[in-house]
C-alpha cells in the first residue's frame, strides 16, 4: 500500500472516529436537554402555583412568594443554560476536530 494511501485511510478513520463521538455527544446532548426539559416543565406547575399565590397575598406574603417564584424561575433558567452550554460545548470541539481531519485529508489530496 502506498504511503499517501495509508495515511488518508489513517486520517479519515480518524474522522469517522470524531464523527461518531459527535453523534453520541449529540444523542447525550438531546437526552441531557430532554432531562432538563422535564425538570423544567414540573417546575412549571411549582412556578404557575407561586403566581396565582401571588396574585392573592397580602403584601407581606407577596413580597415572600415573589421571591421564592423568582428563585425558581432563575434555577430553572440556569440549569437549561448550564446544559445546552455543555452540549455546545462539547459538539463545538468535536466539530473543530472534524473540521481539521477535512483539512488535512484536503493537504493529502
Known sequence: MSELRKR???????LKTHRDE???KL????MEARDAWQELDGKWGEIESKLKQLAHAS????DEVKS???EMVDDAKAGLKLTASEVGDA???L????REGFARLRKLL
Open 27 to 30: 444523542d447525550l446532548g438531546k
Open 91 to 93: 459538539a463545538e470541539e
Open 8 to 14: 488518508l485511510e489513517e486520517e479519515f478513520e480518524k
Open 22 to 24: 459527535l453523534r453520541v
Open 59 to 62: 403584601s407581606d406574603t407577596a
Open 95 to 98: 466539530m473543530k476536530e472534524i
Open 68 to 70: 421564592t417564584a423568582g
